[in-house]
């Protein structure tokens, strides 16, 4: 298809987007990269490649659409069972990602907030995410955030632990622990609950992502490969979730 006759089916979308209730959080499971490169006769980190270039596109469409957190999957927890090359590609992307985006990401407002186990990442990978995370830290217009080196059970794990310890050292007391007190020791304390999770690729699963978070968030499985999402198809997903009844459990009267 022409370059004009995406761009004018894109902004249909978009005009067409703004028109309802733009979600406050967008989570993203982004999966498909190697069998997107697979399918083409290319090695998978080609794939994780033009991945990053779909991150670009959903962070221009967060920008252009006014939603004001967006949380990328990146890297998994489980994700360090690969072969050692594709995890050393991984790293050196995410440094490629952090250099080239930052000065971007600073000028349009982006707050880049980086989790997980980072002590895990190579010293390079989290060198560069850190001074991202600190040259971005004044954006105010859209948090990214990134979990890198993730697993939601290490993470509510975690948050247990913290809990105790503080009990342990009499700051906590066992009746203090609810549901509120157990979510500022996510990572994601601070951050509303994602609204919408869209999968690419066509898995139906969580694979250890914000389970605690996503508690009622809209689901939607995209069969778009994540280096094919593009900001027409995360317009679609927004579409598509604005055409969802969120219940809560209630009944209507
Ligand atoms: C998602 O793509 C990126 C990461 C998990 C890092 P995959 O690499 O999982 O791609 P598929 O699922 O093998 O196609
Ligand atoms: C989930 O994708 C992790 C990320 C997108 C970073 P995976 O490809 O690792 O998940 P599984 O193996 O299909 O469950
Ligand atoms: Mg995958």
């Not at 028109?19 to 290319?42: F, K, S």
């Amino acid at each position: 298809m022409p370059d004009t006759e995406q761009t004018k089916i894109r902004e249909r979308l978009l005009a067409e987007t703004l028109q309802g209730e733009v979600p406050t959080h967008v989570a993203i499971i982004m999966d498909g990269n190697g069998r997107w490169a697979e399918a083409r006769g290319l090695p998978r980190w080609e794939g994780h490649r033009e991945g990053a270039k779909a991150v670009r596109e959903a962070v221009i469409a967060c920008l252009e659409l006014g939603v004001r957190h967006l949380t990328l999957y990146a890297f998994s927890n489980e994700n360090w069972l690969r072969p050692s090359s594709e995890i050393s590609a991984l790293m050196d992307l995410l440094v490629e990602y952090a250099n080239s985006e930052e000065s971007e990401l600073r000028e349009r407002g982006v707050r880049v907030n980086v989790f997980g186990d980072l002590e895990r990442l190579s010293p390079e990978a989290r060198e560069a995410v850190k001074r991202l995370g600190a040259a971005t830290g004044s954006g105010s217009v859209l948090s990214l955030n990134l979990a890198l080196s993730y697993g939601s059970r290490s993470e509510i794990a975690r948050a247990a632990r913290r809990l105790v310890a503080a009990a342990l050292a009499g700051r906590l007391k066992p009746e203090e622990v609810d549901a509120e007190r157990f979510e500022q020791e996510l990572y994601t304390a601070g951050s509303p609950d994602p609204d919408l999770l869209v999968r690419t690729s066509g898995e139906q699963r969580l694979s250890n992502f914000l389970l605690w978070q996503v508690a009622y968030a809209e689901l939607l499985v995209t069969p778009v490969l994540w280096p094919d999402f593009d900001r027409a198809h995360f317009f679609e997903a927004i579409l598509d979730y604005q055409r969802r009844e969120r219940r809560y459990g209630r009944v209507e009267v």
